[in-house]
């Protein structure tokens, strides 16, 4: 019998069905499904309502996330139900884009019950602030404390610059600068280790995620490729989602490396990520200042006088403007397919009263 107190399950989330068992989804390829439960791992695929609502993506389990079962001793079990989620990771799914064109914007959730999200970026070439801020944003719309881990500083000349360069950029959050195969620095994440603790990581191909995943491990649990020369990037060594245990107790939910994070939802992170911009507003002399030539622009002025860098201001505004994006396309197409569906119900009924 495994106790999944183990990982992170607790009595107090509700259960409806007393023919379910409870079990946290450790795997995810296509549609099947690997669940850790009271009588052990087993293999399991949806109960048929979830495809019936194709288009609420988030509503389909995801890694980390904690189901009620039928369980099936001698095949396959079916997930019944999906309980409710203390934190979860989404991004844009840009489906069906062609020429240009984004035909859908979906909420793809890529882990869910998570204490803490590692944000992982290697010193190299293609070490860039920006995105790291992107991904902090949407760590912090999720409901897990965002923890920057900057791999590779044993091929770093200088480890204390991009940290600065962060922690300027980058507020309250914690920052640590590691080498998962010198172990430099590795002694400053026991206190994320702990028993019934679940961590995500994410960061874009090639930056060591696999490598950190093996030296928690102990072992060798994911292999790893060299990264290109040209433009230091790597290739896709993760290829699906899946949860680990560490010999500490706590978990590890290792994600494929996400070329573009794609904001979705993210105007609460946007706000916490930049509070500092978002402040000023209330010191404009209009309400509806547009930041650009009103008079008594606070934000302008901030910028004239030094207290708000120009290329902090244009973070802000690119991440705005990307997060309205996916909101006011999200929105139409749901109003769009709402209004296909009611056409369809209408000729329908109307040719049975023919």
Not at 106 to 135: G, H, M, P, T
Not at 159 to 182: G, L, M, Q, W
Not at 313 to 335: C, G, H, I, L
Request: one cysteine or more; proline letters at 4%; glycine letters at 8%.
């Amino acid at each position: 019998m495994i106790n999944l107190k183990d990982y992170g399950f607790t009595d107090a989330v509700p259960t409806t069905n007393e023919n379910t068992i409870p079990g946290r989804v450790t795997e995810h390829q296509r549609e099947k499904y690997t669940c850790v439960t009271p009588q052990g791992e087993v293999t399991a695929s949806l109960k048929g309502i979830f495809y019936h609502n194709a288009e609420a993506r988030e509503d389909y389990p995801s890694v980390g996330d904690f189901v009620l079962m039928q369980y099936n001793p001698s095949g396959e079990s079916r997930i019944m139900e999906l309980l409710p989620r203390k934190s979860k990771f989404s991004r844009a799914d840009m489906s069906g884009h062609a020429a240009g064109y984004v035909k859908t914007i979906k909420e793809q959730v890529v882990a869910a019950n998570f204490d803490y999200v590692f944000i992982l970026s290697s010193l190299n070439a293609d070490f860039k602030v920006s995105r790291i801020l992107r991904y902090v944003t949407q760590a912090r719309q999720s409901g897990g404390q965002p923890v920057v881990i900057l791999t590779k500083a044993d091929l770093a000349q200088d480890c204390d610059r991009p940290v600065v360069e962060v922690s300027y950029a980058i507020k309250d959050v914690p920052i640590h600068s590691i080498s998962s195969h010198t172990g430099q620095g590795m002694e400053a994440l026991t206190d994320y280790l702990q028993p019934g603790k679940t961590i995500v990581f994410l960061g874009m191909s090639g930056v060591g995620k696999s490598s950190l995943l093996n030296a928690l491990m102990n072992q060798e649990v994911m292999a790893v490729s060299n990264i290109r020369e040209d433009d230091s990037r790597g290739r896709h060594t993760t290829t699906h989602r899946q949860l680990f245990m560490l010999p500490s107790g706590a978990m590890v939910i290792d994600t494929p490396g996400m070329r573009e994070l794609g904001l979705f939802d993210a105007g609460e992170g946007i706000s916490m990520s930049f509070e500092d911009v978002e402040a000023l507003f209330t010191q404009c002399r209009f309400n509806d200042c547009g930041h650009k030539t009103e008079p008594g622009c606070a934000v302008r002025a901030a910028i004239q006088n030094g207290t708000l860098t120009q290329e902090r201001w244009s973070r802000y505004q690119a991440q705005v403007r990307e997060n309205r994006f996916v909101d006011d396309k999200a929105a139409f197409m749901r109003e769009k397919n709402a209004s296909y569906k009611s056409i369809a119900l209408y000729s329908r009924s109307k040719k049975k009263k023919r």
